[in-house]
C-alpha cells in the first residue's frame, strides 16, 4: 500500500494541526496504522497506532491528551492539540497488515508501509 500524509506546517505553542494520511486506491480495513515522529538528532519514535482490529490504540506519554487518531477504510488521521516546541518533528504515517499485535508494539517495532513524512515546527 503507498500513503500519502499531509497537513503538516508552522504553528505557534498552543496551536493545532491536523494530520491526514490517505492510501488512494487501496483499503486500510485489514493494516494496523499508526504515526511516527523523528525530530532532529533524536530516534524515531512511535506517536500514535491502532491494532489491525481497531481495539487496541496506543499514545505515547508525551502526547496522550493533546493528540487524537482516528480513521476509516482510506485515511488515518493525527489531531494534534496544545501543541508544543518539543512536538517539532517529520511526522510519518505508516501500515502493516502482516499479522495482529497490538497498538503498543506497532508503535514499538514499526511498520512495513511508510508514507513520506510531512514537517510538524512548533515555534512562536
Known amino acids: 500500500v503507498q500513503l500519502q500524509a499531509s497537513g503538516g506546517g508552522l504553528v505557534q505553542p498552543g496551536g493545532s494541526l491536523r494530520l491526514s494520511c490517505a492510501a488512494p486506491g487501496d483499503s486500510l480495513d485489514f493494516y494496523a496504522v499508526g504515526w511516527f515522529r523523528q525530530a532532529p538528532g533524536k530516534e524515531r519514535e512511535g506517536v500514535s497506532c491502532?491494532?489491525?482490529?481497531?481495539?487496541s490504540i496506543y499514545y505515547t506519554d508525551a502526547v496522550k491528551g493533546r493528540f487524537t487518531i482516528s480513521r476509516d477504510s482510506s485515511t488515518v488521521v493525527l489531531q494534534m492539540n496544545s501543541l508544543k516546541p518539543e512536538d517539532t518533528a517529520v511526522y510519518y504515517c505508516?501500515?502493516?497488515?502482516?499479522?495482529?499485535?497490538?497498538?503498543?508494539?506497532?508503535?514499538?517495532?514499526?511498520?512495513?508501509?511508510w508514507g513520506k513524512g510531512t514537517q510538524v515546527t512548533v515555534s512562536s
Open positions: 491502532i491494532s489491525r482490529r481497531d481495539d
Open positions: 505508516a501500515a502493516d497488515s502482516r499479522a495482529y499485535y497490538s497498538g503498543d508494539y506497532w508503535c514499538a517495532y514499526g511498520m512495513d508501509n
